[in-house]
C-alpha cells in the first residue's frame, strides 16, 4: 500500500519520471526482473474496487494468471539474467495491524454492500462472491497459487527460449517477508557479495507505492518500476458504467497505454534539483544525492506509511512535502555536510529533533487552515446542490460545542483551568487531539510518553528493515510532531529483539476477520467464530470508524483492538493439536524454501500437471533443474548511501534530465493535467537553456534536413528529421522551452531490421520537436541501434542451434514450416536436419465450416420475431432502468464496440485488424448504445431463441418499449407496471444475472473466432491426424544441404529493438 496519494503527487510534482509503454515504444534494456506477484494474483481474481465480485473459474484464474506473467516477462521488459518472483509471505507483527485493519474493513463493506442489495430485494450468493481474504499466506488458495507458478516456470523454459537463458528465482508464501521486501533483500545480499557487474540494469513491477522508496533506497542508478497505467478518474462519468449497481469491468487491453515506466533515474536527478532549490553552487556541490535521496525516503515516514500512522498536521493533499523539503532546505546548510540518516539508522538526533521542531511550529497553524478551508468546501457543496451528504453548519457547531465542552471539563478537573492553544485566544489543537484521540490528558504522562517512545522506535524500526519480527507500533495515533523532544535520550534507549514469524495460521488468525474462517481449517476456524472461544474478542461484530479528517474511505481508522500475541498463542496451543490437522494442511503451516530454476539440457525428467483438469499437462523432458536456496529470517547485510563502483551516468537507453542544460527550477502551481484532470499540486517546473544566436530556419535548414537526431528528452530517441518549420507557441509538461524560433520534424526510430546487416527503421508518422530540445548527439549511444556489418554465419546460426524453415522454393521448399538443427556450415551455406511432416492438408477450415455458427441479418431476426428493429436494437444491447440505474439489456452488443461471439456480430463497413485501442471485458453494463453504428448486425439462433425468452418472460417490459419514447433510461413503473414495477426489475436483474451469457467476454468488433464447437472440433481432428502420424512414422529426419542463410530463423534471435510491423505513432513523441 504504501503513502497514501504519494504516487499522484509524485507524477504531478516531477512529470518526467514517467513513460507510456507501447507496442512501438523503445523501453531500456533489463538485466533483471522482479515481480511483486500480489498485486498480479489480485487483478486476475477480482476487481480491485468491487467489493462484491463474481468468483471466477479456478482455470480463468491461473490462465489469467499465465497470460499476465508472460505479457510483462517476453513481450515487455525481456529480462537478460533474472526473474525474481516473490509472494507474500507472512508479515513481520508491524505490518500485520495494517492488515488486519484493511481485512476488517472490507469484510465491513461487503456486509454492508450486502445488506444494501437484500434492501433492493436482491440476493447475494456468497458461494459465487470472490473473498480477496484468501490472497493471504496459509490458505488452500494460496498453496495452489505456488503450485501452479512453479508449474508454468518449468513449463516456460521447457518452451520459451528467453526464459532459458534466466535464472528464475521464486519466493512463495511459504517463505515469510512481503513479497517487495523479499526482492529487496536479494539486492541487498547480491550485491553486498559482489554478484552485480557495475551498471546492473534493474526493472521492479509492482502497483505499490513503497516500491518507489525502496528503489530508492537501492542506491543502484538504473532502476525502474512497471505499472500499470492508474486511472484517477474512475467513476466520473456519468451513465450506466458509473451506475451504483454496475458490475465493473476487467479490462484487457490489447496494446498502448495499459503500462507505464517510473524511472528512479530522473526521480533521483528530479530530487536533487528539489533540495537544492535556491542554494548557492557553492552550498549545493557540498551535498551528497544518495545521503539526501536517503533522507527523502525517511522524511515520507512522517507521512505514514504500512507501519506507522500519519501525522496528523502532515497531510499530502495540503502540500505537506513542500512544506517538510522548505525547511530541509533552510536548515540543512547549518548542518554543515551532516544529515538526517547514514546507512539505515539515524545520523544525529539532535538535528532531527531540530527538524522535527521546525515543522511542529507550523502545526496549530495547519489545523487552523484546514478548518477554515473544510467550512469552505461545505458551504460549496451546498451552494451546487449537494445537501443530502452535507451535515448543515447547526448540527456541526452543536457537535463542536459537545466536544469542546467535554474537553474543558476534563481540564478543569485535573488541571483547574483551561489551556489555551500555542496563540492567545486560539483553540488548543493539541490538547483535543490528545484528548478526543487518546482519552489523556496531561496528567498521563506514562501513555503519552510511551507514545512518543514507540513512535521513535518505529522511525528506526522502518529505517533498518526487519530487524524485529515481533515489533509493532501500540497506537491507532501518533505523537504531535511538536512533543517529539528529547530525541537523543529516548533513541538511546531503542532496542529490539529480533523473535520470529508467526506461522502461517497463526498470521490468518491474527488479521482475518471471522467472515473469512473458511480460510482456515475447521480447528482454527472455531478460534474465530465460536462464542467460548477464548480469543473471541480479537473478532468484533463491529468497530469503530475514525474519518480522521479524511474524506476518502480508505484513509479513515479502524478502531480495532490489537492482537495480543501470547494469549493467540497459547489458544492455538490449547485448542489446535497438529493431530487435528491433515498432512496437506500441516504442510501449509511451515515455511518452505526460496527455489531457484535454471535450464539444462541435461534435465530429462518429468514435471507432473499440477492441475490437469485444467488442461495443464505434464511437462515431459522437462530442460529444467530446481534447487532451494539459503534464506534467513534475520538480515545480514543492509544498503549503503553509495552508488556501486563503476557505475555509468547516463546510461545508454536509460532517460537522464540533464542531457539538455537546465537554467533554473521553480515549483508553481500551473495545474498540470497528467491524469485527466488538474494538478492539485505544485509542478517542479524546468527551465531550458535556450542557445542563443542560432540562424535563421532557412540558414538551418541544408545542414539539418536528413540527419538523425534525439529528441524525446529525458529519454533521448533517435529521429529523423525531415524538415524545419518555423515559431510555435510552447506547451506545458512540467517545462519551460521559452519561445520557440525553429521546429523540427521528424520521424522517430522504430528499431532496426537484422536479417543480414543491422539497419535502422524509421516510422512514417511525424512529430515537432523545438529545435534547442534536440541534441545532434547522444551522450550515451545506445549499443543496441549500432548500424554494423552482418555478423558472421557461425555466430548467426551456430551448429546445433534450433531453426525455423522458411524457404518457400527450391528442392527445400517441403521444409517450410518445420523445424530443425544446423548440423554444418559450408562455404556460406547451411547443412540443416530438418523434422520434416507430410504436407497438412486445410482439414481444419473444412472442419470450422461444418460447425461453424449462422449468422442472420437483424432484420430477418426482427421479422421471424415479430419486433420492432428498434426495440430490437435496445433489447440486445442496453435497456436502462430507475430506480438503481440497472442495465437490464441482454448486452449481446455495443454499438461500435463490442459483440458476443456465438450470438452476435457486425459485419465492418470496411474490415481492419484489430485496432490498438481495443479491449476485451467481461460482462457488464455495456453503457449507452448512442454510437454510431460501424455496420450491419446479424445475430444466430441461439440470440434469437434468447430474445423470444425474454419476450416470453415479460412481454409487459416489450410492450412498453413499443409505446414509449426513446430515452437514456426508463422507470421501472413504466416498463412492469406501477404496482409491481421495482420487484419485478429486481427479479428481472437476478435472471439476465443467471443467464450463460453473462459470464462470455465481449469482444471487438474487429476480432474474427471460430465457435467453441467449432474449436473442440479442429482440436480433435488434429488430434487424430496428430496420432496418426507418429503411429505410422511419417514424421522422418532429412538433410539439407547448402540452405541460404537468410531462409531459416534461429530461435530467439528477435530482441525488443527489433522493428515492429506497425508504425510508429507521433504520440510517441512529448515535449
Not at 538480515?635 to 532517460?655: E, N, R, V
Request: net charge negative.
Amino acid at each position: 500500500m504504501g503513502v497514501p496519494k504519494f504516487y499522484r503527487w509524485l507524477s504531478e510534482r516531477y512529470p518526467k519520471i514517467n513513460q507510456i509503454v507501447s507496442d512501438t515504444s523503445l523501453i531500456p534494456e533489463f538485466d533483471n526482473l522482479y515481480l511483486d506477484m500480489n498485486g498480479i494474483l489480485h487483478g486476475c481474481t477480482h476487481p480491485n474496487d468491487d467489493s462484491l465480485s463474481k468468483q471466477l473459474s479456478e482455470r480463468d484464474v491461473f490462465l489469467g494468471v499465465f497470460h499476465y506473467i508472460d505479457r510483462i516477462v517476453t513481450h515487455i521488459v525481456r529480462p537478460r539474467r533474472v526473474l525474481y518472483m516473490a509472494i507474500d509471505g507472512v508479515a513481520p507483527r508491524a505490518k500485520m495491524n495494517q492488515q488486519r485493519s484493511r481485512r476488517f474493513r472490507s469484510a465491513k463493506d461487503a456486509a454492508a454492500a450486502r445488506a444494501e442489495a437484500a434492501a433492493r430485494g436482491e440476493t447475494v450468493d456468497d458461494g459465487e462472491v470472490f473473498d480477496s481474504n484468501c490472497i493471504t499466506p496459509g490458505t488452500e488458495f494460496m498453496a495452489k497459487v505456488s503450485a501452479h507458478l512453479k508449474y508454468f516456470i518449468r513449463k516456460k523454459i521447457k518452451e520459451d527460449p528467453l526464459w532459458q537463458r534466466l535464472t528464475v528465482i521464486f519466493s512463495g508464501h511459504e517463505v515469510p517477508g512481503e513479497g517487495e521486501h523479499k526482492i529487496m533483500q536479494y539486492i541487498r545480499d547480491q550485491r553486498c557479495a559482489g554478484a552485480f557487474a557495475p551498471n546492473t540494469r534493474h526493472c521492479m513491477y509492482g502497483q505499490d507505492a513503497d516500491l518507489i522508496l525502496l528503489g530508492l533506497v537501492a542506491h543502484e542508478p538504473h532502476f525502474t518500476l512497471l505499472r500499470e497505467v492508474v486511472n484517477f478518474n474512475n467513476g466520473r462519468a456519468g451513465g450506466a458504467r458509473g451506475a451504483k449497481n454496475a458490475v465493473k469491468l476487467v479490462m484487457k487491453t490489447t496494446a498502448d497505454a495499459q503500462f507505464q515506466l517510473l524511472h528512479l533515474s530522473v526521480l533521483r536527478e528530479y530530487l536533487w534539483v528539489e533540495f537544492t532549490l535556491g542554494m548557492s553552487a557553492a552550498t549545493a556541490s557540498a551535498l551528497s544525492l544518495e545521503r539526501v535521496v536517503d533522507d527523502f525516503v525517511f522524511i515520507t515516514f512522517l507521512v505514514g506509511n504500512d507501519f506507522l500512522p500519519h501525522m496528523p498536521s502532515l497531510d499530502i493533499g495540503e502540500e505537506a512535502f513542500a512544506l517538510l523539503f522548505g525547511i530541509y532546505r533552510e536548515l540543512a546548510p547549518a548542518w554543515r555536510g551532516g544529515y538526517l540518516t547514514r546507512d539505515g539508522s539515524i545520523e544525529d538526533p539532535d538535528r532531527l529533533e531540530q527538524f522535527l521542531a521546525a515543522v511542529g511550529a507550523k502545526e496549530d497553524e495547519i489545523f487552523a487552515t484546514r478548518e477554515i478551508e473544510e467550512e469552505g468546501m461545505r458551504e460549496r457543496q451546498r451552494r451546487h446542490g449537494n445537501r443530502q451528504n452535507v451535515p448543515s453548519e447547526e448540527d456541526l457547531d452543536d457537535e463542536e460545542t459537545r466536544l469542546q465542552e467535554a474537553y474543558e471539563d476534563a481540564m478543569l478537573q485535573v488541571l483547574g483551568h483551561v489551556p489555551e492553544g500555542s496563540t492567545p485566544g486560539q483553540k488548543d489543537f493539541k490538547g483535543r487531539y490528545y484528548f478526543e484521540k487518546f482519552g489523556i490528558t496531561p496528567v498521563h504522562t506514562q501513555v503519552h510518553s510511551e507514545l512518543r517512545h514507540q513512535y521513535v522506535a518505529g522511525l528506526q524500526w522502518c529505517l533498518a528493515g526487519c530487524v524485529s519480527w515481533e515489533w509493532f507500533f501500540p497506537f491507532h495515533y501518533v505523537p504531535m510532531l511538536s512533543d517529539l523532544t528529547g530525541l537523543r535520550d529516548m533513541f538511546g534507549k531503542v532496542s529490539f529483539r529480533l523473535s520470529k514469524p508467526f506461522l502461517p495460521f497463526e498470521q490468518l488468525l491474527g488479521c482475518l476477520p471471522a467472515a473469512s474462517a473458511w480460510c482456515l481449517p475447521k480447528p482454527y476456524a472455531l478460534l474465530m467464530t465460536s462464542p467460548d472461544s477464548p480469543i473471541a474478542d480479537f473478532y468484533p461484530a463491529d468497530f469503530k470508524i475514525d474519518m480522521n479528517g479524511k474524506r476518502n474511505p480508505w484513509e479513515a481508522v479502524n478502531l480495532l483492538p490489537f492482537i495480543d500475541a501470547s494469549r493467540l498463542f497459547a489458544a492455538v496451543h490449547e485448542r489446535c493439536p497438529v493431530q487435528l490437522l491433515t498432512p496437506e494442511e500441516r504442510k501449509r503451516n511451515t515455511y518452505g524454501a526460496v527455489l531457484e530454476y535454471t535450464y539444462s539440457e541435461h534435465a530429462t525428467g518429468t514435471v507432473v500437471s499440477c492441475n490437469p483438469e485444467i488442461g495443464l499437462s505434464d511437462i515431459r523432458q522437462c530442460v529444467s533443474e530446481e534447487k532451494e536456496l539459503p534464506w534467513s529470517i534475520e538480515s545480514h547485510t543492509s544498503f549503503t548511501s553509495a552508488l556501486p563502483l563503476g557505475s555509468t551516468i547516463p546510461l545508454a537507453g536509460f532517460p537522464s534530465l540533464n542531457v539538455l542544460p537546465i537554467e533554473q527550477a521553480e515549483a508553481k502551481p500551473i495545474k498540470l493535467n497528467v491524469f485527466g484532470s488538474e494538478s492539485r499540486y505544485s509542478t517542479m517546473v524546468l527551465t531550458l537553456r535556450r542557445p542563443r544566436g542560432l540562424p535563421s530556419a532557412e540558414q538551418l535548414a541544408p545542414r539539418v534536413i536528413g540527419r538523425s537526431v534525439f529528441v524525446n528528452w529525458p529519454l533521448l530517441h533517435e529521429a529523423k528529421n525531415a524538415y524545419l518549420k518555423g515559431r510555435a507557441t510552447p506547451g506545458s509538461g512540467g517545462v519551460d522551452v521559452g519561445p520557440i524560433g525553429s521546429r523540427l520534424t521528424v520521424r522517430p526510430l522504430q528499431g532496426t531490421s537484422c536479417r543480414d546487416v543491422t539497419a535502422y527503421m524509421f516510422g512514417s508518422e511525424e512529430a515537432d520537436v523545438p529545435l534547442h530540445m534536440a541534441l545532434w548527439q547522444s551522450p550515451a549511444p545506445d549499443p543496441r541501434f549500432e548500424e554494423r556489418g552482418a555478423p558472421s554465419l557461425d555466430v548467426r546460426l551456430p551448429v546445433g542451434s534450433r531453426v525455423l524453415c522458411l524457404t518457400a522454393a527450391g528442392a527445400e521448399r517441403q521444409a517450410r514450416g518445420c523445424v530443425g538443427r544446423v548440423k554444418a556450415l559450408t562455404n556460406g551455406k547451411v547443412d540443416v536436419v530438418v523434422d520434416l511432416r507430410p504436407p497438412e492438408p486445410p482439414f481444419g477450415a473444412a472442419v470450422a465450416a461444418a460447425v461453424q455458427d449462422r449468422y442472420y441479418p437483424a432484420h430477418a431476426v426482427c421479422q421471424r420475431l415479430r419486433i420492432r428493429p428498434d426495440v430490437f436494437g435496445k433489447v440486445v444491447g442496453t435497456v436502462n432502468a430507475d430506480p438503481g440505474r440497472y442495465d437490464i439489456g441482454l448486452n449481446l452488443k455495443a454499438n461500435g464496440r463490442y459483440q458476443l461471439l456465438g450470438y452476435s456480430r457486425c459485419v465492418l463497413r470496411e474490415q481492419a485488424a484489430w485496432s490498438t485501442a481495443d479491449t476485451v471485458r467481461i460482462v457488464g453494463s455495456a453503457g449507452e448504445d448512442a454510437a454510431e453504428e460501424v455496420g450491419a448486425w446479424e445475430f444466430t439462433e441461439a440470440a434469437a431463441r434468447l430474445v423470444a425468452l425474454y419476450m416470453t418472460r415479460y412481454p409487459q417490459m416489450f410492450a412498453a418499449l413499443h409505446t414509449l419514447e426513446h430515452g437514456r433510461s426508463y422507470e421501472a413503473g413504466a416498463l412492469f407496471g406501477p404496482n409491481a414495477g421495482e420487484e419485478t426489475l429486481a427479479e428481472v436483474k437476478a435472471w439476465l444475472e443467471s443467464l450463460p451469457t453473462a459470464g462470455l467476454p465481449r469482444t471487438p468488433l474487429t476480432t474474427k473466432a471460430m465457435s467453441k464447437d467449432a474449436i473442440r472440433a479442429v482440436e480433435r481432428a488434429a488430434d487424430v491426424r496428430q496420432a496418426v502420424i507418429v503411429g505410422e512414422g511419417r514424421i522422418v529426419k532429412r538433410e539439407f544441404k547448402g540452405v541460404n542463410a537468410s531462409e531459416l530463423l534461429r530461435a530467439n534471435t528477435i530482441e525488443a529493438t527489433d522493428a515492429p510491423l506497425a508504425q510508429v505513432s507521433a504520440a510517441t513523441l512529448e515535449v
